[in-house]
């Protein structure tokens, strides 16, 4: 079957399965797969990496072989394989952005929030989802609470208290209940404050001789979301007029959420009657994720900025960030960069000097000290070159070096050619007769070669720069 039928059928299947599914988990999942090709009575679809794989599996295989079959009679099962070439430029690609607008405004709206008159609060970033949040034993409690309280607000844990250090996803959790909250009734007065931004409502009240009015404001909320309280300390009058706004919504059995950097009995400066209010309730913490947690973490990442990043870099990052989830996202969002701007893919050796920075001077786990990152070592001959093209690829260079014509290994000693005319300025004649005495011809035809495809070919293009990376040249 040709590839613009194939395109249109997975086309209507997806229409059809994000009737089913939550949009935002359909778009996380569904980027950049494909329904490969029809082989007899099974229909093959590919996504673009492992994780990919395993979550469709998992959690769509019984829907997408439904629409599938409803669409296909003649197919009897659906196969999900691993397609690595698969990326959003790729002409076997569905624009999932665009497949169930239509529902979008359905199930995914209420970002708006209802402001109650004369408050002046922030918008909760809908970004931040209950479902996008990866869930390890370092968090899982604190998620489930979560849960528990976007369920049944005012009656589960109430208040529901959430403490940890910085950047570990306290914020992300708060205001996942919130859009929670809304995109079942978008109609909910939901307050999302910082304890700082709380505070100087509270002075401008207190100047303006309005005490009365803002406690009457609060008093219409729903759901109280105060973020990181520790600030309260030391600030009498506004733990007064916060005990009194917690008591009025706590009695009314609305819903109050707090986060701290510490437990309730260690901020030391909070009036104790408020203190033990906050124990009344549930109080969880949340920890650093374990290193599974936080490869997966960024993997999630990678799906909702639709880039493909290996494994093994990965793995790479989450090794090496071992403070927060936000500086995890800062790799990240550098490593993106280079991919999405500079169109080079992510590598050990090219994301090694952005961990470098975050901790000067502390050995990276995963990389040697003969493995530098860029620019320590450009390759400035041949056989440093060659050596850096063939770990690229995980081959070996003598593979690069003889007659084997297997498609990955061509591809290799192509670019690798393409590079010393490039890179070293070698003429065909000299790296003909390094690659075991090949003709000019020949040579010139790969560099050729890898030149057009790299047009077209985006990972072509972006393995290419990648290595020019890292031999320190771009
Ligand atoms: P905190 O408020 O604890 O300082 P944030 O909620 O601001 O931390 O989290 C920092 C960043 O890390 C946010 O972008 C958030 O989305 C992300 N993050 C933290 N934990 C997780 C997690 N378990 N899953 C997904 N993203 C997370
Ligand atoms: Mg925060």
């Known amino acids: 079957m040709e590839a613009e039928r194939l395109k249109q059928l997975w086309e209507q299947i997806l229409t059809a399965i994000v009737q089913r599914s939550k949009r935002s988990k359909f778009v996380t999942w569904f980027k950049n797969t494909a329904l490969l090709r029809l082989d007899g009575t099974t229909a093959i679809i590919g996504a673009p990496n ?31 394989v691993v397609d690595g070439s698969l990326h959003a430029k790729d002409s076997r690609i569905v624009n999932v952005d665009k497949i169930g607008e239509e529902h979008k405004r359905k199930t995914d709206t209420a970002r708006e929030v ?30 489930a609470a979560a849960v528990a309280v976007a369920r049944k607000p005012g009656h589960a844990y109430n208040p529901l208290f ?36 709380f505070t100087n409502e509270v002075i401008t009240a207190i100047r303006s001789r309005k ?18 309280i520790q600030f309260l300390e030391h600030k009498e009058q506004t733990q007064v007029e916060f005990f ?43 920890g ?21 990043i290996s494994q093994d870099v990965l793995s790479f990052i989450a090794s090496n960030v071992t403070e927060s989830v936000r500086e995890l996202e800062g790799v990240l969002h550098q490593a993106t960069g280079l991919y999405e701007l500079r169109h080079i893919t992510p590598t050990i050796k090219t994301v090694a000097p ?12 995963g990389i040697s000290n003969q493995q530098p990152g860029r620019n320590a070592n450009g390759a400035q001959n041949i056989e440093s ?32 050619m393409f590079l010393a005319k490039k890179h070293l300025g070698l003429t065909y004649q000299a790296i003909g007769a390094y690659f075991s005495g090949r003709n000019h011809t020949t040579v010139m035809h790969a560099c050729e070669k890898v030149a057009t495809e790299m047009e077209k070919n985006q990972t072509l293009k972006r393995d290419t720069n990648a290595l020019l990376h890292e031999m320190g040249v771009l």
């Open 50 to 80: 492992p994780f990919t794989h395993e979550t469709l599996v998992r959690e769509y295989r019984d829907i997408t072989q439904e629409e599938v079959r409803k669409l296909l009679p003649e197919v009897e099962k659906i196969e999900f």
């Open 114 to 143: 209802t402001l109650v008159e004369g408050l002046s609060t922030k918008v909760l970033n809908p970004d931040y989802t209950l479902d996008n949040f990866v869930i390890g034993p370092d968090n899982q409690l604190a998620h």
């Open 162 to 197: 959430v403490y940890g250090g910085v950047g570990l996803g306290k914020t992300h959790l708060l205001q996942a209940v919130g859009n929670e909250i809304l995109k079942k009734n978008s109609k909910k007065k939901i307050i999302y404050v910082t304890s700082e931004r």
């Open 211 to 228: 005490n009365e009015q803002l406690r009457e404001t609060y008093r219409q909320v729903d759901l109280l979301i105060i973020d990181d």
């Open 244 to 286: 009194h706004t917690f008591n009025t919504l706590y009695e009314a059995k609305k819903q109050i959420i707090i986060s701290s950097d510490r437990p309730p009995q260690d901020l030391d400066s909070l009036e104790p009657r408020l203190r033990s209010r906050f124990e009344w309730g549930m109080m969880v913490d949340i």
């Open 288 to 308: 650093f994720p374990d290193f599974e947690t936080r490869v997966a973490i960024l993997q999630t990442k990678c799906q909702q900025k639709g880039i493909f």
């Open 354 to 365: 952005m961990l470098q920075k975050l901790h000067p001077g502390k050995p990276l786990i």
């Open 385 to 416: 070159l060659v050596k850096n093209v063939a770990d690229y690829y995980k081959l070996f260079v003598e593979d690069l070096l003889g007659e084997n014509r297997r498609a990955d290994i061509s591809l290799a000693r192509q670019v690798a």
